[in-house]
């Protein structure tokens, strides 16, 4: 008995999850019964794959929502499929589910060298402030995160080196694909551990009673 109540306390303390990958590629139109792609996508709206989107870092869910790429600038990047998402800046956000971003594939038009910031929110507090560099041009590589138990996840754009010269002044536009993330309940707070050990000591002494 003593056996069947731990092990009761030890799944309702472990963590539930769900790891996926959001890769933007549903938010693409083909030809009906083929694998033609149009050119149209639609913007990444709020409640995609469980979040709020932004195309701002403060992740303000009534700002703009981001375009997705297409099959025009697929030519100008290497690494992707058909659609990812192209912003200067982003916020994915949701404030009822804490989760987990592990990594994602980020690339750079135009830019070597682009410096690019990653911030991780848990309630109004920043938990994660980071900063990579993306070493070339036109081509998507993946960099690992690791920011666990957020709300609120942000990618912007750096500086970076122009390819060409005339490109100086040319938007620093991030394009983002395959981002990892993993839900993740919360852990029960410390009273509500007491509450329910309690409970589980008192029915275990009330099936000894009734055996005896």
């Not at 472990?14 to 590629?25: L, P, Q, R, T, Y």
């Not at 700002?63 to 200067?88: H, I, K, Q, R, V």
Request: charged share 15%; glycine share 10%; hydrophobic share 40%.
């Amino acid at each position: 008995m003593r056996t069947v109540l731990f092990t009761g306390l030890i799944l309702l303390i472990a963590n539930s999850s769900f790891a996926g990958v959001i890769d933007f590629e549903d938010l693409t139109r083909y030809l009906p019964g083929t694998d033609l792609f149009l050119e149209d996508t639609q913007p990444v709206s709020d409640g995609y794959s469980g979040f709020a989107w932004s195309v701002d870092k403060t992740g303000d869910p009534f700002g703009e929502n981001p375009s997705c790429a297409t099959a025009e600038a697929f030519m100008w990047m290497g690494g992707t499929g058909l659609t990812y998402l192209y912003a200067d800046e982003l916020s994915m956000t949701n404030w009822e589910r804490p989760f987990t971003v592990s990594a994602l594939c980020a690339g750079s038009y135009f830019f070597q060298d682009q410096v690019v910031y990653a911030a991780g929110l848990s309630g109004n507090r920043v938990q994660y402030l980071e900063s990579f560099l993306i070493d070339d041009a036109f081509q998507l590589t993946r960099y690992p995160i690791g920011f666990q138990s957020i709300n609120l996840f942000a990618l912007w754009a750096g500086d970076g080196v122009p390819v060409e010269s005339f490109l100086e002044d040319f938007p620093h536009t991030l394009c983002i694909d395959n981002i990892e993330y993993e839900w993740s309940e919360p852990v029960p707070e410390p009273s509500t551990l007491l509450i329910l050990g309690t409970g589980m000591a008192g029915l275990a002494g009330l099936i000894r009673k009734y055996r005896r």
